[in-house]
């Protein structure tokens, strides 16, 4: 069984190497370890750094591209190279890197393919109360559009199998922890918690340095997430509200009609029309949105597929293979470096 740890990375020089020798060497079931940095457009000793502590793979992007590419970008990688569980943490170090043999054993027991450290938020002082707040509020939202029972769904520190990682599918380019809890959740994939420790705040955060954009692009992610999966509800929804308040202004005018005084209430009868029109339209916006998230899941299943192929088989796989065919494998030292233009887009 290979594990790769990867580390999105931009401008973390300073906190880097402190993060990297928290990082285990050995895990009971995990026969290699490997290590993985995305470099996201670094004006620092990022790479330098990484280089000289001794990680296997460094993901190269020439210009900053953002958390959710890096994290789709180190994915691609860490397959490539035959990783059977991938994990992914930060590089200040606000996760507790021996946690990281808890976070692998839901799925070295095959009980789920994403893992998601659950962090002591009440606990943890660097934390403002707003924060705290907004960080339980977030997750609620995320279990609600999700229908998963993950308590800390802004957790960054997350185990994926290899399967999993191969059905991951970033849109965003804000973040990936909220995604793809929804994308796991209404795709019926095992997600689970675990809960971990976290550490001294070595920088402040970059994700939440102003709340308003914070809260904002959160809840938009959450909201787009929801209409690609959940389109026929999401649409149906404002459908009927606006439906509803059409039909009931429309039959408030024929009463007013009844009565003799439907004259002076023309706007309402415009404005019930409007709203039924609205609706109408949303409808029909939920039915195209249900054939298209049909035609979406056909498409990810070819995806799927393509990338099992593309990517070969993982490392247990072919450890196996070897094992029947009684021949040795062999392990390249050298750091591989993967430039700009291997990145998923």
Not at 91 to 102: H, P, R, S, T, V
Not at 154 to 172: C, D, E, H, K, L
Not at 184 to 207: C, D, F, Q, W
Not at 224 to 236: D, E, G, I, N
Request: glycine share 8%; charged share 25%.
């Amino acid at each position: 069984m290979k594990l790769i740890i990867q580390i999105p990375c931009y401008n973390e020089a300073e906190t880097l190497e402190v993060a990297l020798n928290a990082l285990p060497k050995h895990i009971d079931g995990i026969d290699v370890i490997e290590y993985l940095i995305i470099n996201d457009g670094s004006t620092d000793k990022t790479v330098e750094v990484a280089k000289k502590w001794g990680v296997n793979y460094v993901v190269n992007f020439r210009n900053n591209k953002g958390l959710a590419r890096g994290f789709m970008a180190g994915l691609d990688a860490c397959l490539r190279n035959g990783a059977d569980i991938i994990v992914n943490t930060d590089a200040d170090n606000q996760y507790c890197g021996a946690d990281i043999e808890k976070l692998v054993q839901p799925i070295l027991r095959g009980e789920a393919g994403m893992v998601v450290g659950e962090r002591p938020i009440d606990q943890t002082e660097h934390f403002s109360p707003l924060k705290k707040k907004l960080q339980h509020f977030g997750s609620w939202v995320v279990r609600k559009a999700s229908r998963t029972d993950i308590p800390d769904a802004p957790s960054g520190f997350r185990a994926y199998s290899r399967n999993t990682a191969m059905r991951m599918n970033v849109i965003n380019e804000y973040t990936y922890t909220l995604e793809t809890i929804v994308q796991a959740g209404r795709n019926k994939m095992a997600v689970t918690s675990v809960p971990i420790r976290t550490n001294e705040e070595l920088r402040p955060s970059r994700l939440f340095s102003s709340m308003f954009g914070y809260v904002k692009k959160s809840m938009l992610t959450i909201i787009r997430a929801f209409m690609m999966y959940k389109p026929l509800a999401f649409f149906t929804a404002i459908a009927a509200v606006f439906s509803v308040g059409g039909i009931a202004l429309g039959i408030r005018y024929i009463v007013y009609m009844a009565m003799g005084q439907g004259g002076g209430h023309i706007p309402s009868l415009i404005l019930a029309s409007m709203l039924i029109i609205i609706g109408v339209l949303a409808g029909v916006i939920a039915c195209l949105g249900d054939v298209i998230a049909a035609n979406r899941k056909l498409l990810q299943e070819i995806q799927f597929e393509l990338r099992r192929m593309d990517y070969g088989k993982g490392h247990e796989a072919m450890k196996q293979e070897a094992e029947v065919k009684d021949k040795d494998t062999n392990t390249n030292k050298d750091v591989v470096y993967y430039e700009e233009h291997s990145e998923i887009a």
